[in-house]
C-alpha cells in the first residue's frame, strides 16, 4: 500500500516561514513528477509548484520568489519551503505524486497540511 503524507503546517505571522514535507511510503519503484497543491475555503484547489525526478521545477506566478520545492529522491520525500507568506498563502497543502509501485503506477494525494498565515 502507497501512501502520502504531509506535515509541517501550522500557524505563522505575515513574513514568516515554514517548511512542509511529503513523504512517500510503500513498495515504490520510482516517484516521478511531485506536486504542492492548495486549497482555500471558498476556492477551488490550485497548483503552487513542481518539481520532476530531474529536478526540474514550476511554480504558480502568486508565489515565485517566495516558495521553493525539492525532493529526496533516495528518501522519496518532497519539500516545501515557504518564506515571506501572506494571509493569502492560507490553505490546505495537499501533495500529489506519480508513483510506480508493486501494484502499478497511479497518482496519489496525501490528506493535507493546513497553513494559516495571520497579520
Known amino acids: 500500500q502507497v501512501q502520502l503524507v504531509e506535515s509541517g503546517g501550522g500557524l505563522v505571522q505575515a513574513g514568516g516561514s515554514l517548511r512542509l514535507s511529503c513523504a512517500a511510503s510503500?513498495?515504490?519503484?520510482?516517484?516521478?513528477?511531485v506536486g504542492w497543491y492548495r486549497q482555500a475555503p471558498g476556492k477551488q484547489r490550485e497548483p503552487v509548484a513542481s518539481?520532476?525526478?530531474?529536478?526540474?521545477?514550476n511554480y504558480a506566478d502568486s508565489v515565485k520568489g517566495r516558495f521553493t520545492i525539492s525532493r529526496d529522491n533516495a528518501k522519496n520525500t518532497a519539500f516545501l519551503q515557504m518564506n515571506s507568506l501572506k494571509p493569502e498563502d492560507t490553505a490546505v497543502y495537499y501533495c500529489n505524486a506519480l508513483i510506480s509501485a508493486n501494484i502499478g503506477t497511479y497518482n496519489y494525494w496525501g490528506q493535507g497540511t493546513q497553513v494559516t498565515v495571520s497579520l
Open positions: 510503500g513498495s515504490i519503484s520510482s516517484i516521478s513528477a
Open positions: 518539481i520532476t525526478y530531474g529536478r526540474n521545477t
